[in-house]
């Protein structure tokens, strides 16, 4: 663990820049599409205003172009952060990093990438929403204390699911092999280096705990995340 952490920190102070630009290419291109296509839902509302259709079918067209476009939306998503990953691993390389990368390696992988994180959303949601499901329909208001027993379950569950899937974008970057192989190598290395996988892993998600924190995350994302997301990809490529 403290080596690739510390070979991560090693790559980031000598070039910085190469771990920081696609560490703020992330949030920008997702803000960036959310508004492109925030922008063509309201054309759509705008036009289907003019042409008077209606008020029902405006609101199933709208409510269908959106479910769309949160489809699409999600797909990209998976590509700019498996981008992300990429350039983080480019980086560790020494090769060429930059948004022209940063766009093609997103536009080309990003439905391989979805398929991805569609299968852990189906197994966390599998997994995790049982409990939601039980404390809202039969605990919720008969005891306080559930709200906090259950929450603090329901965190463990999600860490310890994140975990096992932690390694699957690093793997489908680094070996290059389809999704599914990806997911297969990822959970055959965390059973595998198991407990050295979890602490490189808890280290990653205390630093992202502190990206969530407002002014800390001034510092934490842009500085500590890529380090953090770095000794993830190192440890895997040093099994």
Known sequence: MLKSVGDALENFSRDPVAFMVPTLLYPIMMLITLGAFSGVM?????????????GDITIYALGALGALLLFIYSILSAGYKGAMVSEYNNATEQREVGLSHYINYATANCGALFVISLVKMVVVGFVVMP?????????????????????????????????????????????????????????????????????????????????????????????????????????????
Do not use: C, H, Q
């Open 42 to 54: 309201l054309i759509a509302f705008l036009l289907l205003t003019v042409l008077k259709l209606g």
């Open 131 to 239: 409990f939601i499901l039980l404390y809202y329909f039969l605990l919720s208001g008969l005891w306080d204390g559930w709200t906090y027993l259950l929450g603090a379950l329901w965190l463990m569950l999600l860490f310890f699911m994140e975990f096992l899937f932690s390694f699957s974008f690093t793997a489908y970057v680094v070996r290059k092999v389809s999704p599914i192989t990806a997911l297969i190598i990822g959970f055959n290395f965390v059973r595998e280096k198991n407990v050295k996988a979890l602490l490189v892993y808890a280290f990653y998600a205390l630093v992202f705990a502190t990206t969530l924190i407002p002014i800390v995350n001034l510092v934490a994302y842009p500085v500590f995340y890529p380090i953090a997301y770095t000794s993830l990809i190192l440890f895997f490529k040093g099994r």
